[in-house]
């Protein structure tokens, strides 16, 4: 399975972007999807996840939507209201066996993620 992110760029505090992950290679309808996000100096943490249910991390909820569309093999994060402290490389994940999706060791397939850089 390759994964490719896009939709990163540039946004002022209080804007909106929405990043893809688009898989090929394999039929991804079944994995666990998931949003992970690195900034300098910090850990890579968990964003979002999807599965038959989506699943958040605490501080995101109500800003960040996770979505997908299996006809094309692809998973959003429609993230809004975004402020500076989301500033981060954001990478998409897929988790075959459904073992987990907060960690990121439990994700088979990795993007290569992209920039997100807001703006006060």
């Known amino acids: 399975v390759q994964l490719q992110a896009s939709g990163g760029g540039l946004v002022q505090a209080g804007g909106s972007l929405r990043l893809s992950c688009a898989a090929s290679?394999?039929?991804?309808?079944?994995?666990?999807m998931g949003w992970f996000r690195q900034a300098p100096g910090k850990e890579r943490e968990f964003v979002a996840a999807?599965?038959?249910?989506?699943y958040y991390a605490d501080s995101l909820k109500g800003r960040f939507t996770i979505s997908r569309d299996n006809a094309k093999n692809t998973v959003y994060l429609q993230m809004n209201s975004l402020k500076p402290e989301d500033t981060a490389v954001y990478y998409c994940?897929?988790?075959?066996?459904?073992?987990?999706?907060?960690?990121?060791?439990?994700?088979?397939?990795w993007g290569q993620g992209t920039q997100v850089t807001v703006s006060s």
């Open positions: 994940a897929a988790e075959r066996y459904g073992l987990g999706f907060k960690a990121a060791h439990e994700y088979d397939y």
């Open positions: 290679g394999r039929t991804v309808s079944s994995y666990i």
């Open positions: 999807i599965s038959l249910s989506t």
